[in-house]
């Protein structure tokens, strides 16, 4: 095994150990301060013997694996660890601890699961819902215990003994505790702060209901900072925009959301007017044919069979002897539209001709609408159609 030194002194930047075994570009030493991807944390990054470590990982027979951009040449070895971002995740760990601890003393929601990410971290809650009040007040306590910069502190101690934990470990022999001052107990093997002061700030953002469950995202120390930064300039720059100060702008925002849909709105009815007065004037320029119907084979541009299209054939089959034939290439698909007077069955007869040509559709006796696997099947249902 391999003696992992993070576990009695998470803020060792640099060690010293000896190569035990190298396999390519992964190599084995007798000690390390690389923490392997392990309990939702990621791994450590940093240099041995300059050469970059890309990846940590723990084996089945307790062996760290430093995976390496090229070989390791033989002798002594000297490991540097990329200190900001181990103690970003010390931050983000430590964190969790607290608010998960939170969460269960002032909700009594327990923690189901968690995962440290590069740019957030999330913990999954046993709660169908979590209230804005309820995200509120862990937040604030979160940070309350923050500031009061209570003790951390790693023992370990034998799983037979080990008492007053969060949740219970299902492992055998010595464990080791992470305990947060007057507040959690908890088994873990991450590395974590000396004080919950060096967490930083806590911010909790998105909700997700995952399988029955709460996501929380949050973010501490240096990410809340930053996220926090990128937000106000956000918004900040959206102000700008507006000529308005921050605090107009949720407001602004809805008044252009519903000026937005309102415009929306009025641009579906003149399009749907102007392709009822397109259907009218298609309708008075076709001559009926030897049956006695006008028929319009419609070649629609790129894009799809919409509400525009329907209202169009709507209006022009209002005309008696009236069918309506709308095409499109890409996708291959058609509309079929017919007066009632015309004794045709759009839906009925649409589904038949499809089936002979391996399409699939349907619809009502008046419009139907339908799909082919490609323009040759397309064009030759349309040579059928055309000679209704």
């Known amino acids: 095994m391999t003696e992992r030194l993070y576990y009695t002194d998470s803020y060792l930047p640099a060690f010293d150990a000896t190569l035990l075994e190298a396999r390519g570009d992964v190599v084995y030493l007798d000690r390390t301060a690389f923490y392997p991807t392990s309990g939702g944390q990621l791994f450590d990054v940093g240099t041995l013997n300059g050469t970059r470590v890309r990846e940590v990982t723990e084996e089945e027979d307790g062996r760290i694996a430093h995976h390496l951009e090229s070989p390791l040449a033989p002798g002594p070895v000297h490991g540097e660890i990329d200190w900001p971002r181990r103690f970003d995740f010390m931050q983000q760990h430590t964190g969790q601890h607290l608010l998960s601890a ?57 799983a037979a003994e080990a008492s007053g934990l969060r949740k219970a470990s299902e492992r055998e022999g010595t464990l080791r505790i992470v ?55 956000a918004l900040a720059e959206t102000a700008r925009c507006f000529s308005s100060t921050v605090d107009e702008v949720p407001a602004l925002v809805a008044t252009l959301q519903n000026d937005s849909k309102e415009s929306a709105k009025r641009l579906r009815k003149l399009a749907s007017d102007l392709a009822g007065y397109r259907g009218r004037e298609l309708y008075a320029a076709t001559t009926p044919g030897t049956s006695g119907r006008r028929v319009m084979i419609d070649r629609c541009a790129a894009g799809a069979l919409d509400d525009e299209t329907r209202a169009l054939a709507n209006a022009y089959i209002a005309g008696p002897g009236a069918v309506f034939v709308a095409v499109l290439d890409d996708p291959p698909s058609l509309l ?26 349907g619809g009502t006796p008046r419009l139907a609408q339908g799909s082919l696997p490609s323009r040759e099947a397309l064009e030759g249902l349309v040579g059928r159609l055309a000679g209704l």
Do not use: Y
Not at 122 to 145: K, M, S, Y
Not at 183 to 193: I, P
């Open 102 to 158: 939170v969460f269960e003393a002032l909700s009594g929601f327990a923690t189901v699961s968690v995962h440290f990410g590069e740019e957030s971290a999330t913990v999954d809650l046993a709660t169908p819902a979590l209230t804005p009040e309820q995200q509120r007040a862990v937040e604030l306590r979160a940070n309350e215990i923050v500031w009061e910069n209570r003790p951390v502190t790693v023992e370990f101690v034998d």
């Open 179 to 233: 305990t947060i001052a007057d507040l959690d107990r908890s088994a873990c093997g991450g590395t974590h702060v000396r004080a919950t002061g060096e967490i930083g700030p806590i911010v909790l953002r998105r909700l997700d209901k995952i399988r029955g469950n709460v996501r929380v995202e949050f973010l501490c120390g240096r990410r809340a900072l930053e996220r926090l930064r990128a937000d106000s300039s």
């Open 336 to 361: 079929l539209a017919a007066s009632e007077d015309t004794g045709l069955n759009a839906g009925a007869m649409l589904k038949e001709l499809l089936a002979g040509f391996e399409g699939r559709g």
